[in-house]
């Protein structure tokens, strides 16, 4: 396949409530007239995320049977092939991978496929920091990968940090990743420029992290206390109840909450309502109108330590117009 033909891929990670999803649909507003494919990769069964990209002329995929990087690169290189097959040409992949994933198996997939390797290449690694959030989870595995991989590290939502917070942030992450560009951004906004195209994979930086990248045996456990429990329902949600549920959530168990988000069903109201939260920030806005064909349905994902799920079920229960 000559030079021209070779399809450059974008990888998409960082901790989850980031913003990935935000930037996601950034850069497809600001890339209007490439023909994009989105793969998204989500941690359990469900896939609130395709509610959240911003439908344009990109194709959404989904993979869905869990973390990337233990079952799915037989998915990848399948969904890959496809595109490849199709008379359409694409002209950029997008992978946004969950929040929960280390990327190693995702850049594996390009560098150790034959197929895969000889048909794409991969333009940059962006891997997306909270800078209010992420001191909590650099105990964990994921972040850490997620960091070392990166060959841009986009430090998002530094409106809500101190400036000594902003420079140990600053210190740290260079201990971890020292090749790594870092571009600095609020509400993920940053010009696509800088981002797409660069080119700025260097498969020798990361080898300098993880000299057994290209070593085919690849162990990797989920943190075991993090859960993650989907609610769906028909019957319509009541507005205030929605509110009291919320508001107790996000006061006593936001240290835990890492994610949660989804569509809601309100009887008083004739649009959906779309919410997200990362620990003790919760945002809810009025979606699209419900088409008159479509199923009116809840759908509430919670991704979290320690999570009682009785206890998440009673509330959701509870507030039933």
């Given at each position: 396949?000559s030079?021209?033909?070779i399809i450059?891929?974008t990888i998409?990670?960082?901790?989850?409530?980031a913003?990935?999803?935000t930037?996601?649909?950034?850069?497809?507003k600001?890339?209007p007239e490439?023909?994009?494919?989105?793969?998204?990769?989500?941690?359990?069964d469900?896939?609130?995320?395709?509610?959240?990209?911003?439908?344009?002329k990109?194709e959404?995929?989904?993979i869905?049977?869990?973390?990337?990087?233990?079952?799915v690169?037989?998915?990848?290189?399948n969904?890959?092939?496809n595109?490849?097959k199709?008379?359409?040409?694409?002209?950029r992949i997008v992978?946004?991978?969950?929040?929960?994933a280390?990327?190693a198996?995702?850049i594996q997939t390009?560098?150790m496929?034959?197929?895969?390797?000889?048909?794409f290449e991969?333009?940059s690694?962006i891997?997306?920091v909270?800078a209010?959030?992420?001191?909590?989870?650099?105990?964990e595995?994921e972040?850490?990968?997620?960091?070392?991989?990166a060959d841009?590290?986009l430090?998002?939502k530094?409106d809500?940090?101190?400036e000594?917070?902003k420079n140990?942030l600053?210190?740290?992450?260079f201990?971890?990743n020292?090749h790594?560009?870092?571009?600095?951004t609020t509400?993920a906004?940053?010009d696509s420029q800088?981002l797409i195209?660069k080119k700025?994979?260097e498969?020798?930086n990361i080898?300098?992290?993880?000299?057994n990248?290209?070593?085919?045996?690849?162990?990797?456990?989920h943190n075991?206390?993090?859960?993650s429990f989907?609610?769906?329902e028909?019957?319509?949600?009541d507005?205030?109840?929605?509110?009291?549920?919320f508001?107790y959530?996000?006061?006593?168990?936001g240290?835990?909450l890492?994610r949660?988000?989804g569509?809601l069903?309100?009887?008083?109201?004739?649009?959906?309502?779309?919410?997200?939260?990362?620990?003790?920030l919760?945002?809810?806005t009025?979606g699209f109108?419900?088409a008159n064909h479509?199923k009116?349905?809840?759908?509430?994902?919670?991704i979290?330590k320690d999570l009682?799920?009785?206890?998440l079920?009673?509330?959701f229960?509870?507030?039933?117009a």
């Amino acid at each position: 396949m000559s030079k021209e033909q070779i399809i450059p891929v974008t990888i998409l990670t960082g901790f989850l409530g980031a913003g990935k999803t935000t930037l996601l649909n950034n850069l497809l507003k600001d890339l209007p007239e490439q023909k994009i494919a989105v793969i998204i990769n989500e941690f359990g069964d469900t896939s609130i995320d395709s509610h959240l990209v911003v439908s344009t002329k990109e194709e959404i995929m989904e993979i869905n049977s869990g973390c990337i990087c233990c079952n799915v690169r037989g998915d990848l290189i399948n969904i890959l092939s496809n595109l490849m097959k199709q008379e359409e040409k694409i002209d950029r992949i997008v992978i946004e991978t969950t929040g929960m994933a280390n990327p190693a198996p995702v850049i594996q997939t390009f560098l150790m496929d034959e197929q895969t390797a000889t048909s794409f290449e991969i333009d940059s690694v962006i891997t997306m920091v909270d800078a209010k959030h992420i001191w909590q989870h650099l105990k964990e595995e994921e972040p850490g990968q997620q960091i070392a991989f990166a060959d841009v590290l986009l430090l998002n939502k530094m409106d809500l940090v101190t400036e000594d917070e902003k420079n140990n942030l600053k210190q740290q992450l260079f201990n971890m990743n020292p090749h790594a560009k870092r571009i600095y951004t609020t509400y993920a906004n940053v010009d696509s420029q800088d981002l797409i195209g660069k080119k700025s994979f260097e498969l020798g930086n990361i080898l300098k992290i993880d000299p057994n990248l290209l070593v085919e045996t690849h162990h990797h456990h989920h943190n075991d206390q993090v859960t993650s429990f989907v609610f769906r329902e028909d019957r319509p949600l009541d507005i205030e109840k929605v509110n009291k549920w919320f508001a107790y959530l996000v006061q006593f168990k936001g240290e835990n909450l890492y994610r949660y988000k989804g569509v809601l069903h309100i009887k008083q109201l004739e649009k959906r309502v779309v919410f997200q939260g990362v620990h003790m920030l919760f945002a809810g806005t009025e979606g699209f109108k419900w088409a008159n064909h479509e199923k009116r349905q809840s759908e509430i994902v919670f991704i979290g330590k320690d999570l009682d799920f009785q206890e998440l079920e009673r509330g959701f229960q509870y507030c039933l117009a």
